[in-house]
Structure formats: structure tokens, C-alpha cells
């Protein structure tokens, strides 16, 4: 791997780390809403990190659950878990942030945290072994 992908990769797993960190703090201060926003954003930037360890991008949110779904479910890189918990993540975020007096709760902010910390640790094991 050259070395500007070798920079890519870390800096995608900093801004995953980083957004995981947040939703924790937001989650701490009773803020679900943003916990589940940040809880998201840090399995996007790990997809983005899975991503460019393919050589491939994309700039839409949707566009990157489809390569993600593509090119690392259906191919047994990742179980289907992973793929099922970034889809109710990226619709809870959706709903959360854009929808009309939507509520976010204490326990989706907890699952969603715990969903992100699980992708993030396959994430980092996987980049390890093709690395």
C-alpha cells in the first residue's frame, strides 16, 4: 500500500475514532440526538476507510452503504449484522436529524454507540490483514 493511501486509511480511522468519541461525550451529557448522529458518522468514516482500501470513493452517503454492502457483505469480509445495524443507523440519523419532532432516546444512543464501536473494531481488524 502506498504511502497516501497509508495516510488516507489513518486519517479515515482518526475521524471515525474521533466521531465515536463525541457520540460518547454527547450520549454522557443526555444528548441521544447527536450521539446517534456521531454514532453514524463513525461507521461512514470507517466505510470510508474500508473503502479506500479498495481504491474506491464515493460522495454520497447511500453511495457508500451500496459499496460497503457490495464489496465487503456479499463478499464475507463482514457479516450481515454489520451491514443491517449501518442501514437502521443511517434511517435513525436520517429520522433524528431531519425529521419532523422526532424524539432519539437514551437506549438507541447506547445501541448505536455499541453498534459503532463493534464496526470500528472489525473495521481496524480487517485493514490489519490486508495491510
Known sequence: MEGRMRDLLAFRLAQA??????ARTLNEARHPRGAI??????????IQALLTSRGLTTSK?????????????????????????????????QDADYGPMVEATAEQARNAIEQAEAF????????????
Open 17 to 22: 475514532n474521533e466521531a465515536l468519541e463525541e
Open 120 to 131: 470500528i473494531q472489525q473495521t481496524k481488524g480487517y485493514l490489519s490483514q490486508v495491510s
Open 37 to 46: 448522529n456521531r454514532s453514524y458518522y463513525a461507521m461512514f468514516y470507517a
Open 61 to 93: 452517503h447511500s453511495g457508500a452503504i451500496e459499496l460497503f454492502d457490495r464489496e465487503f457483505v456479499r463478499q464475507n469480509q463482514f457479516g450481515k449484522d454489520f451491514s443491517r445495524w449501518l442501514h437502521q443507523l443511517f434511517e435513525l440519523r
